[in-house]
């Protein structure tokens, strides 16, 4: 656990890069760094979606036995630490939770259209962009960004959150729309 | 191929990039993003926004030992971890004709040819059969065939349905819809589509959640109109 040659030793590495070192040399410093800052944020993620305290740790060891398995197959060319741990999460709880599957496309499936050109390498970009992504987020008006909370931490449809909550459909979807127009100007990096 | 030109559009994407679509819901998403790279892409950038809401979480601790007992666990597991199917794996001749994650939940049904089987269809009403693939609270999910020129009576749903077009094709008052393209209908639509002459099989579902049962459920249920 004491390894100085370990990724993990050295404190300045991003959470992509442990979960790099995870994947290539299972190493367990850089685990315990990204169990350290994901683990305390699935229990609150957990515990929104219903669990219960004893339940939500539960479920947070499972997600990140999931990461600990399929650390090899993380690309931080296509997603940031905090994407690719949340998708697992999701997976997982709505697996849990809810004893359904997940429907998934495969990205090797011979039957998928492809898109129109591969694209390059997008290491720096999806650095930069989740960045951008974090500062977008502050800046949403606090109802735009309560309902986006709600679609990702409730597990309902944007129709049951009009109802339950009160707020007609059409609000919700406005209120949505616009601060799904914001976030993705800020990843695009567009004005 | 070309690529689809009806969408799920961006309240949909967004169900299903939270989590919060029912199983038949998200089907029918995922297998127009499987003909939609437009849709993938709109959905990887979702994600993203899941992403950067679980790391603005207030973290919550974790009893002491968590770690612990979970690095133990890892010792027990040894080295071998959850390798993907190798990427180098043989194309499947011919090409499969229905994309994932459509085909796991077709598994028995397909042919050697991977065309759909004869059997397990169920009459709906003439020139048009079906076969279940999900049953849930939410509704039921399930392949449609029509024969040509099939006009599908006015229908009203209690929630929201899904169509994606798998093979052939139909026409309804928002144009003509081919392999790929997902039709969103409600209950506010005068939805009266009719098959191509070729036919159409499709993929239909129902999201879920909408009926509404108990006093409160059901003076809503009056309101959920739309
Ligand atoms: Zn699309």
Redo the contacts with the bound molecule.
Sequence with gaps: MQDQNSPAADSDLSLEDLLVAVGRERDRQAFGVLFGHFAPRLKTYLRRLGCESGGAEELVQEVMLLVWRRAETYDPAQASAGTWVFTIARNKRIDALRREQRPEIDPDDPALVPEPQQPADRRIEVKESSGRLRAALKDLPPEQAALLRMAYFEDKPHSLISIENGIPLGTVKSRLRLAVERLRKALRDVE | MT??S???GDML?IDYAGGGLCEGASLAVAT??A??????H?VSEMEAVGGALLDELEPEPLSPGCLEALMARLDREGPRTERPAPSCRAAPFPPPRYPEPLRSYLRGRLAADGTLGAGGWRFIQPGMRGINLISEAAGTTRLVRMRGGVAVPRHTHGGIELTVVLEGGFSDEFGSFGP?D?AVGDCSLNHAPVSDPEGCLCLNATIGGLRLTGPVGRLLNRFIRF
């Design positions: 690529r689809p009806h969408h799920p994407l127009h993003m003909y939609c790279p437009a849709c993938r709109a790929g997902l």
